[in-house]
């Protein structure tokens, strides 16, 4: 009997989380020398750190450390929801590049928790 094991890129905030990374790279990447090093490196290492976490999370063997890794990557959303409002703000992004960005950052909040809870209910240790 073969044993079917998560894989990380089947769960959906990480996979989300990954994608969103890549459009905020893509959008960064097009500003200029100033607005890169002062919003964009952080908004950059903010949304790189979501699925990052997620990813590192998922490696760990204990579900305390797992579970930490993803309360970090909650965090990452709550500061990108910051990043991406100032990036509208200062007229960095495009009002549909900002309602892309939010409607994942909305979304991944409960995704997360999902994980956390599909982690302390299906590990032991």
Same mark, same amino acid.
């Given at each position: 009997?073969?044993?079917? +094991?998560?894989?990380?890129?089947? $769960?959906?905030? !990480?996979?989300?989380? =990954?994608?969103?990374?890549?459009?905020?790279? #893509?959008?960064?990447?097009?500003?200029?020398?100033?607005?890169?090093?002062?919003?964009?490196?952080?908004?950059?290492?903010?949304?790189?750190?979501?699925?990052?976490?997620?990813?590192?999370?998922?490696?760990? +063997?204990?579900?305390?450390?797992? $579970?930490?890794? !993803?309360?970090?990557? =909650?965090?990452?959303?709550?500061?990108?929801? #910051?990043?991406?409002?100032?990036?509208?703000?200062?007229?960095?992004?495009?009002?549909?590049?900002?309602?892309?960005?939010?409607?994942?950052?909305?979304?991944?909040?409960?995704?997360?928790?999902?994980?956390?809870?599909?982690?302390?209910?299906?590990?032991?240790?």
């Amino acid at each position: 009997m073969e044993k079917n +094991y998560l894989q990380l890129n089947q $769960i959906t905030a !990480y996979t989300k989380a =990954f994608h969103l990374s890549n459009l905020v790279w #893509d959008l960064v990447s097009s500003w200029d020398g100033f607005a890169k090093h002062t919003i964009g490196q952080q908004f950059i290492n903010a949304i790189d750190s979501i699925s990052a976490n997620i990813a590192e999370g998922f490696g760990r +063997y204990h579900k305390k450390d797992k $579970i930490k890794f !993803y309360y970090y990557s =909650f965090g990452s959303v709550k500061e990108c929801l #910051d990043w991406n409002e100032k990036a509208k703000i200062r007229k960095l992004i495009s009002e549909e590049d900002y309602n892309k960005i939010f409607e994942t950052l909305q979304v991944l909040p409960k995704e997360i928790h999902q994980l956390i809870n599909f982690t302390n209910e299906k590990l032991k240790i």
